[in-house]
């Protein structure tokens, strides 16, 4: 399902809206990378990398000596990822599912994610796997988003709408998808199955510029648009008929224009960065 969303309408709105999503995430990305602190000539792992941004500021940090691996289940993302390589940067990019895909054992100084570990069938077997290709004392380090609920970039949207089209049933919590790691105490869960320790939760805020443009006016029509292309909205219109979608339309456009900004539209972002560690001595599995 997560292969064929990723390698469907998902991955190629992505792709298509990469450079827009790499300034909303930036500052997740950023925070993680801090906390993952990686070192130069360390080996790192990026799960879900998409189109390949944190990866390369990753392989900024590891430098010549290091090296990055970015694994994404999406094709037309790993093909941006390669397209987007500079010159010489020490990072590889593969088609692969990172909660099957062979890894050697004791490979990785650094297991990173920037929103990619939210979408495994099996996450406690996923990160055992992962953990497995791991040095041992080697980190994890990874940014996921708190509940739904937390997050205004989805509640403005969806709460916007909610007269207009049918609530869709409440999606199961834990289900692959992007809040399946909201509840801090199921990561701590999922993790410790996994066989991790030193489990730090640690909730990020971001103000996200959802909408960039020109004028003001134009912003708010980019942060429709994007609504509109990517998400838990665009999900939920997607099937309706274009009255519906009109009337939607006109619905978040005035809940984005009360969000505050100039030339952009600034909503609130609630995340958790995660970090975690192999034990030392790693117990036989
Ligand atoms: C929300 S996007 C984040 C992409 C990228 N890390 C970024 O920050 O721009 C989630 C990514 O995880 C990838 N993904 C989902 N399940 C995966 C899996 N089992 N193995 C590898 N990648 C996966 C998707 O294809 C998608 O590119």
């Known amino acids: 399902m997560q292969r064929a969303d990723w390698n469907g309408q ?40 998409g189109a390949g941004a944190s990866s390369f500021a990753l392989a900024d940090r590891v430098g010549p000596q290091g090296h990055v691996r970015g694994v994404d289940i999406s094709e037309p993302l790993i093909l941006r990822a390669r397209e987007l390589t500079p010159a010489g940067a020490p990072v590889a990019f593969e088609l692969a599912d990172a909660a099957r895909t062979s890894l050697a054992e004791g490979a990785f100084d650094l297991l990173f994610s920037r929103f990619g570990v939210m979408f495994f069938d099996d996450p406690a077997g996923a990160f055992a796997h992962l953990r497995r290709a ?43 998808g992007p809040f399946s790691l909201g509840d801090r105490e199921r990561i701590f869960r999922i993790l410790g199955a996994a066989g991790f320790v030193d489990i730090v939760v640690t909730p990020f805020d971001g103000t996200i510029p959802f909408g960039m443009g020109e004028t003001r006016a134009a912003a708010i ?21 274009e009255a519906i979608r009109t009337r939607a339309a006109d619905a978040v456009r005035a809940a984005f224009a009360e969000r505050p900004g100039d030339r952009a539209v600034m909503i609130d972002g609630a995340a958790w960065i995660v970090t975690a560690r192999n034990p030392a001595d790693i117990p036989p599995s």
């Open 10 to 49: 998902s991955g190629e709105r992505w792709a298509a809206n990469q450079t827009r999503l790499d300034q909303i995430l930036s500052a997740f990305g950023e925070a993680t990378i801090d906390a993952a602190a990686p070192l130069r000539g360390e080996i790192v792992l990026d799960i879900g990398c």
């Open 134 to 176: 791991l040095t041992p004392g080697g980190r994890l380090a990874f940014v996921c988003w708190r509940e739904a609920k937390e997050n205004d970039w989805v509640r403005l949207p969806m709460g916007a709408i909610k007269a207009i089209v049918p609530p869709p049933s409440p999606p199961d919590p834990e289900a692959p």
């Open 221 to 241: 029509e980019n942060a429709l648009e994007m609504a509109f292309e990517v998400g838990p909205l665009s999900r939920a219109l997607a099937d309706q008929p």
